[in-house]
Structures are given as structure tokens and as C-alpha cells.
């Protein structure tokens, strides 16, 4: 099994979902075969996807050549492309930031995400993932948010957008992971006990 981990928390050992997705992994890797590569989002140095990448882009949507400096932008998101294939199961361990997912993981997303390459479209039926087959597993921490808590205290649009996000390219066999709140909280400890317990009934039956 190859294992791609995603790490979209700059806090590392203060990251309460970064720890949790070792242990996940960790759990899942007894008595397995498993293979690990791991991208650091805050730290590996992800192109930017800009005016090159962006030109790069719109240049094969209509058919004019690249300029050399966009196929070299090109290439290097091509790249961080076919590392993120070559996984057959995602890990990403995500924390809320301002309601949604930090900014570094939509810049992976942006690059990531391309026609021919995770998705296809088709104008009589639309898109169509491309990366089937594959399993993922999405592990996120906020401060406050929990479920069930008041209209008052935030919101979750990181489950929704990154539910929908896997779906598009075609990754439907997803689990969520919560370690919520991880700040207000009076026992944070059983917090944390409990989502541990639930990481390794999941790693377990995986
Ligand atoms: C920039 C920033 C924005 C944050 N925004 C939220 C938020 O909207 N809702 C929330 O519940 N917690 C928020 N938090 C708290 C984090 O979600 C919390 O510290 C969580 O444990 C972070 O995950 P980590 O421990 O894996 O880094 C924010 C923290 C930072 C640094």
C-alpha cells in the first residue's frame, strides 16, 4: 500500500492533527506493508500556481503554444501531480483556519487539480473523476468548532469543501477524523482519548 500524508499544519509537534495522523498511520502500518511519503505543505516548497502556471493552463484550453517558461511551470506542477497519484490512500490532517482549510492546502489543491490529470469534462455530461480507486482519509482539528455547537461559534466549510473537492476528482471512499475543540475544551483529554480510539477502529478496519 502506498501512503500519501498530507500535512497541512505548520504547528508540528503542537499540531494536535498532525499527531493524530501519526498514530493513524502508525496503527494502519501493524502487521502491513505500507509505504510512506510525506508532504509537508508549510515546509516542501509548492510551486506557485500564478501568472506562469495560470498562462500555462489557459494556453492548452485554447490551443496556443506554451512559452518555454510556462512548460517549465508546467512540468513542476505536473510533479507534484504524479506524487500525489501515485498513492492509493490519502491522509490529510487539517486544521480550521477562519471557518475553512488553510491557505497552503487550497494552493495544493489548485495544482493538483487539472483537466486530464484528476478530472476529465465532457460537455454533454460535465466532469468526471479520474482518480478512482483510491481511498482517503481526512483528519481535521479546530480550536472551537465541534459539532453541534451554536451558529455563534463558527462554522465547518472544511468537511463540505474537501467532501466535495475528492468527490470531483473522483476519490468516494472517504473518512472524517475529528480531534475537536482542541482549545475550548474543559477535557480535552477524553477529547483526544476518544479520537485516538476512533483512529485506530478506522486504521484497523482498513
Ligand atoms: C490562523 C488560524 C485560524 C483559526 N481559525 C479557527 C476557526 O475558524 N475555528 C476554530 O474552531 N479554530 C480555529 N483555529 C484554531 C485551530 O483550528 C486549532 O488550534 C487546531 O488545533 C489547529 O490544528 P493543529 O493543532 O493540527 O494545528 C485557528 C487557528 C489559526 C492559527
Redesign the pocket.
Known amino acids: 500500500m502506498k501512503l500519501l500524508h498530507i500535512n497541512a499544519?505548520p504547528?508540528g509537534e503542537?499540531?494536535?492533527?498532525?499527531a493524530l495522523a501519526g498514530h493513524f498511520i502508525s496503527e494502519l502500518a501493524r502487521g502491513r506493508s505500507v509505504e510512506v511519503d510525506r508532504l509537508d505543505l508549510f515546509q516542501d516548497d509548492l510551486p506557485a500556481f500564478g501568472p506562469l502556471a495560470t498562462g500555462a493552463k489557459m494556453a492548452l484550453f485554447s490551443g496556443r503554444a506554451q512559452t518555454e517558461a510556462e512548460t517549465a511551470a508546467w512540468a513542476a506542477i505536473r510533479t507534484v501531480f504524479d506524487r500525489f497519484a501515485a498513492a492509493d490512500i490519502h491522509v490529510f490532517?487539517v486544521?480550521?483556519?477562519?471557518?475553512g482549510i488553510p491557505y497552503v492546502l487550497k494552493q495544493f489543491i489548485d495544482l493538483v487539480t487539472q483537466p486530464g490529470w484528476s478530472f476529465g469534462f465532457d460537455p454533454g455530461t460535465g466532469y468526471t473523476g479520474l482518480m478512482t480507486g483510491r481511498k482517503a482519509v481526512v483528519i481535521h482539528?479546530?480550536?472551537?468548532?465541534h459539532e453541534g455547537i451554536g451558529a455563534n461559534f463558527?462554522s465547518d466549510f472544511s468537511t463540505p469543501y474537501l467532501q466535495d473537492w475528492l468527490t470531483f476528482i473522483g476519490i468516494t471512499d472517504v473518512e472524517h477524523l475529528r480531534i475537536q475543540?482542541?482549545?475550548l475544551n474543559a477535557d480535552f483529554a477524553a477529547t483526544r482519548a476518544e479520537a485516538w480510539q476512533t483512529a485506530t477502529r478506522l486504521a484497523e478496519a482498513a
Open positions: 499544519s504547528r503542537d499540531s494536535q492533527s498532525l490532517n486544521p480550521v483556519w477562519n471557518n482539528a479546530s480550536g472551537v468548532w463558527g475543540p482542541t482549545v
